[in-house]
């Protein structure tokens, strides 16, 4: 997993509020192999046409935000299945974090998972967000999980609140695996003394 | 001295690496079996974070649920998504090092059954698979579970799973089983009496005489469906017949290594006196041979008995039991026995061993199946089915009207090209009877090998005891 300390990107205005994990990639793409490539279809059906082809209103599809590595949406995002295809597709199109008023419980503990930062702040306080997120490319945010503050374009600051623990594990990058990599010495110790007692296995 | 252990509590113990405050354990697991359908996404993060396999040797992989169970599969898989589904795990254990057994290798078949044939199956060990079915291993007196496919990658990464230990729970089957009962009818019998959460948060320590007396294919078909109890995982104590089992099997240990592990396997059982949180004491006299009615494996009753009304139960089972006999087709009050079949199939992880394939054949030795009934057997490997072909029994089954299949998942669910048509009823040995688990509409009865073989012949639910 990527670490996330600081990260400093333009933010997609995504005001919809209930956006579900079938919206985020439908479920004829859970068949894949893979977790990466996912990005293409993200927000498949909202996205593109019956034909493939991409509609130009949509958020993502308008030149300014096509390289946007923030999301700044309406509450209750990430509802609906436990997917982790949703995490996923998200990063693979190179979204580092969402801000929303709030978020449905499987899917934020998923970003953690896939080093995305959800983040939840206020009503007013993502108001605010969104209304910066809508002057496009020239309005970059900044995040410091660090700090735990947002900078808006025009230099003011916003903190938020995150998980302790889980703090720790994106700025250092660490997944369950990587958690338990860090005890590498106690688990080579394990097989050591294991391979004496059992030396057929 | 120290306090008495369970069977459980021994192998547990063993393999912790280290404990949190909370409980929470990091444990060292001995095998790792990875079928192609939860593991592709695992090796993907595996390559994105540039992790290597910690322990190659101890991971097995093996293509068995997309596989067609048709001879002309050689020429390769017609549905795209399966066959990309299999080329990645090939590809994935070709650049991770892992011992793999390719469509055409005849040492392939499910996952389960492949375990114990090649001897990677052994007492004491802990082994995890990306499927729910991984309870089968505990057949050998080895702590074996599902996990999921982001535990697939912990493991491959580490040898070790996050893990809290689960409860203590026994279950003693007394007394001898009569004739014409099985080991398929023990387990469906226990799941009817605890339903099918009855087991959860426990992992079960099946022993008693008729435990005893079953072979190693009956114990796997017992632990095989603990996880249809709701248990985490199912145990048997290992015996001289595990032992018998396992010697001279390809990764079975051998000369003083063999000698090494039969003194420790010897210790594996748990001691007098040892506490369970649950009991629970079966006669086995009072077990008949039963079939499933429902879609729900608790569903379960003697042959003799009739089709249950919803009033007959309480809750909110009431409900349910009237979807799942809509869903069934079957009306209350109908004698089990009066319920016709379209199609029998025998194999799947709980029943596709040789010992299953015997009693097929001594059941249809020299008769029919009936008229206008799609009846299949697909062995559990590619050994099976050639031990089987050796045996004379194949020869039996073909005679009789049985379609001989190349070994997979098959019929046990809809994920390759043996489905069930919507409507059409079938007495399958497998383990699942969930609403289009082996094809959309399709109506699942869960029974013996025997009683399968006996609904062949008959073309409807029989009582395998009146042949
Ligand atoms: S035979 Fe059925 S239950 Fe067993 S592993 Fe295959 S699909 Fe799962």
């Known amino acids: 997993m990527d670490k996330f300390t600081t990260l400093t990107g333009v933010a997609a205005p995504m005001p919809l509020i209930n956006v579900d994990t079938d919206m985020i990639i439908p479920k004829q793409f859970l068949k894949t192999i893979k977790r990466s490539g996912l990005g293409k279809n993200l927000f498949d059906e909202m996205r593109y046409d019956d034909d493939g082809n991409e509609i130009p209103d949509f958020v993502l599809n308008k030149p300014q935000y096509r390289n946007a590595q923030i999301l700044v949406a309406g509450e209750n995002f990430g509802c609906g299945s436990s997917r982790e295809h949703a995490p996923w597709a998200l990063l693979d199109f190179g979204i580092r974090c969402v801000i929303a008023p709030s978020f449905a419980d499987i899917f934020f503990n998923n970003c953690f998972k896939n080093g995305i930062l959800p983040i939840v702040l206020p009503q007013e306080e993502v108001d605010k967000l969104m209304a910066d997120a809508e002057r496009g490319a020239n309005a970059v945010l900044t995040v410091d999980l660090e700090n735990q503050t947002i900078q808006g374009p025009d230099g003011g600051e916003i903190a938020f609140e995150v998980d302790a623990f889980k703090k720790e594990c994106l700025l250092n990058g660490l997944d369950d695996i990587g958690l338990t990599l860090q005890k590498v010495d106690q688990i080579d110790a394990f097989e050591a003394q294991y391979a004496k007692q059992a030396p057929w296995l | ?467």
């Open chain 2, 1 to 467: 001295m120290s306090s008495p252990k369970t069977l459980y509590d021994k192998i547990w113990d063993a393999h912790v690496v280290s404990e949190a405050d909370d409980g929470t354990c990091l444990l060292y697991i001995d095998r790792h079996l990875v079928h192609e359908v939860t593991s592709p996404q695992a090796f993907e993060g595996l390559r994105m974070a540039g992790r290597p396999v910690r322990a190659p040797e101890k991971t097995v992989a093996v293509p068995d649920h997309n596989v067609p169970t048709t001879p002309d599969r050689v020429n390769g898989i017609d549905n795209e998504e399966s066959r990309i589904q299999v080329e990645a795990l090939e590809k994935n254990a070709e650049e991770f090092g892992i011992e793999y057994y390719g469509v055409n290798d005849v040492r392939q078949g499910i996952v389960h059954i492949i375990g114990p044939e090649q001897g990677w199956t052994q007492p004491g060990m802990t082994i995890v698979c990306g499927d729910s079915h991984t309870a089968t291993h505990g057949a050998f007196g080895a702590l074996a579970h599902g996990i999921g496919t982001s535990e697939v990658e912990h493991v491959l990464a580490t040898q070790t799973l996050i893990q809290k230990k689960s409860k203590n729970m026994k279950v003693e089957v007394t007394g001898e089983l009569p004739a014409g009962v099985t080991a398929k009818d023990i387990t469906l019998s226990i799941i009817g009496a605890t339903g099918t959460a009855g087991g959860t948060g426990h992992v079960i320590e099946y022993c008693g005489e008729a435990i005893e007396g079953l072979s190693m294919e009956g114990r796997m078909t017992l632990c095989n469906m603990a996880i249809e109890g709701g248990a985490r995982a199912g145990l048997v104590a290992p015996d001289q017949k595990t032992y018998d089992y396992l010697k001279g099997r390809p990764h079975a240990p051998s000369g003083s290594d063999w000698d090494a592990a039969l003194a420790y396997w010897k210790t594996l059982y748990s001691d007098r006196g040892a506490q369970y949180d649950r009991e629970l004491v079966l006669d086995a006299a009072e077990i008949a041979p039963v079939v499933t009615w429902g879609t729900s494996p608790e569903d379960v009753l003697p042959i003799t008995a009739k089709i249950p009304a919803p009033e007959d139960f309480e809750g909110g089972k009431r409900d349910a039991v009237a979807r799942s006999l809509e869903y069934m087709g079957l009306t209350p009050g109908t004698a089990l026995e009066d319920v016709a079949i379209d199609t029998v199939f025998i194999g799947s992880c709980t029943n596709g061993r040789i010992e299953d394939l015997r009693e097929v054949a001594r059941i249809v030795e020299g008769k029919k199946v009936k008229d206008g009934l799609r009846a299949m057997v697909v062995p559990g490997s590619g050994l099976v089915r050639q031990q089987a072909e050796e045996e004379g029994i194949a020869e039996i089954l073909k005679s009789a009207g049985f379609e001989w299949r190349m070994a997979g998942c098959s019929m046990c669910l809809a994920m390759n090209p043996d489905q069930l048509a919507p409507g059409e009823r079938c007495a399958s040995t497998s383990n699942r009877n969930f609403e289009g688990r082996q094809g959309r509409g399709g109506r699942t009865h869960l029974l013996s090998p025997a009683m399968a073989a006996a609904a062949a012949l008959t073309g409807r639910l029989t009582d395998v005891r009146a042949l």
